[in-house]
């Protein structure tokens, strides 16, 4: 099968062809993001995630190679399912404006970053060490702007630097959130979030004007 037909986490696994075996895969996928958001990446075994998953250990280990292969599959599954959102919710905003647009993104990445809060800093905790995974957040990253900025910037009206400059407040944002637990807000209130969104809308307005 050619490298662009495979699917980003089957990378990392034995490929299944049925319907059981890609169903116990998936277990194991989500048992897994369960137990990394709950111990950290390096507390995090793969008893446990056998545990969570209701199989053998054996059987993680006949699907992936080691943990390392079991956590990159599930950052991939995390950014294919992320990026198909955005495509979707951005792919229907063709009639809002460019204010409107903005709070859209920002409140599908707080969403994403609620859901996800524990992969996020198992993330940058294995990303301390090993580039591969913060390389891929940051390259999904920088795909999540030029969406955004096609999606805002119609027609090459809006320069793409303040963009990525708000893409980047937005994350910057979000991290802080996921690493600090004394910072002064939080990405769960719905508050703050509006705030950033506000914050956002007048930043891209002044770098605009």
Known sequence: MPA????????????????????T????????????????????RLADI????????????????????????????????????????????????????VRLFVNAAARNFRRHKGL???????????????????????ELAATLEKAIGSGGKVPSLPIRVMTQMIYGFMLTGVLNKQAPTKFGDARAIEELASACIAYLGAALS
Do not use: N
């Open 4 to 23: 662009a037909a495979i699917r980003p986490a089957e990378r990392w696994a034995l490929p299944a062809s049925q319907a059981r075996s890609r169903a």
């Open 25 to 44: 895969r998936a277990r194991l996928l989500s048992a897994a993001e369960t137990v990394f958001a709950e111990k950290g990446y390096d507390g995090a």
């Open 120 to 142: 996020f800093r198992a993330i940058v905790e294995r990303g301390i060490e090993h580039p591969h995974a913060m390389k891929t957040m940051m390259a999904f990253r920088d």
């Open 50 to 101: 056998a545990d969570e998953a209701g199989c053998s250990v054996g059987a993680v280990y006949f699907r992936f190679k080691d943990k390392d292969a079991l956590f990159f599959a599930i950052v991939e599954s995390f950014i294919g399912e992320a990026r198909r959102g955005l495509a979707a919710l951005l792919g229907g905003a063709g009639h809002l404006d460019r204010d409107d647009v």
